[in-house]
T-cell receptor, first 111, second 115 residues
Framework: SQELEQSPQSLIVQEGKNLTINCTSSKTLYGLYWYKQKYGEGLIFLMMLQKGGEEKSHEKITAKLDEKKQQSSLHITASQPSHAGIYLCGAALYNFNKFYFGSGTKLNVKP | DTEVTQTPKHLVMGMTNKKSLKCEQHMGHRAMYWYKQKAKKPPELMFVYSYEKLSINESVPSRFSPECPNSSLLNLHLHALQPEDSALYLC??????????????FGQGTRLTVV
């Protein structure tokens, strides 16, 4: 959706390198979510951020929410081939149950 | 159980056929969603059901007809589809909190091909 801008669109990194994906909303956020998707499959929930300044981590993936900027970043430390896939940010916009996605970031991790 | 189950996984149908996609969850979630995802695009919201009532319809053509027979089941009835309707159809569910964000769980999707 145009309400959620995600960057970069694609990313190729060497195994072991760190990387960051950004998601910016032009509308008020009622929650910001990060999902991972393998091609043609369902979405795997990674993290949900609700409050400004909130930061969550799961294994080597960390996400932060800057509520003032209406922006979130997803950071992967020491990337592995298993991190490859499409990362989607999603947000509840307009109300808590109207849920939209950013355009996605395709990540390849070279061994 | 944090699973959303969608059936069938794959479906091929002709433009004159009538078929249905099914979605089931047993997490007690009272919001359920249908999304359509074309290749290399993010999922697009189609419908939202809240407490078994249709609350959001994102201007979806009438050849797609959603139904929520109970709090655990969500169907999407398909009739007279076009080849451009071929896509991955994703179902999701979430709690219905009045305040605060709701974590949405997604099924694996149904890959629909219209011939």
């Amino acid at each position: 959706s145009q309400e959620l801008e995600q960057s970069p669109q694609s990313l190729i990194v060497q195994e072991g390198k760190n990387l960051t994906i950004n998601c910016t909303s032009s509308k008020t956020l009622y929650g910001l979510y990060w999902y991972k998707q393998k091609y043609g499959e369902g979405l795997i929930f990674l993290m949900m951020l609700q409050k400004g300044g909130e930061e969550k981590s799961h294994e080597k993936i960390t996400a932060k929410l800057d509520e003032k900027k209406q922006q979130s970043s997803l950071h992967i430390t020491a990337s592995q081939p298993s991190h490859a896939g499409i990362y989607l940010c999603g947000a509840a916009l307009y109300n808590f149950n109207k849920f939209y996605f950013g355009s996605g970031t395709k990540l390849n991790v070279k061994p | 159980d944090t699973e959303v189950t969608q059936t069938p996984k794959h479906l091929v149908m002709g433009m004159t056929n009538k078929k249905s996609l099914k979605c089931e969850q047993h997490m007690g979630h009272r919001a359920m969603y249908w999304y359509k995802q074309k290749a290399k695009k993010p999922p697009e919201l189609m419908f939202v059901y809240s407490y078994e009532k249709l609350s959001i319809n994102e201007s979806v053509p009438s050849r797609f007809s959603p139904e929520c027979p109970n709090s655990s089941l969500l169907n999407l009835h398909l009739h007279a589809l076009q080849p451009e309707d071929s896509a991955l159809y994703l179902c999701a569910s979430s709690q219905m909190k009045r305040q605060g964000a709701n974590e949405a769980f997604f099924g694996q999707g149904t890959r629909l091909t219209v011939v």
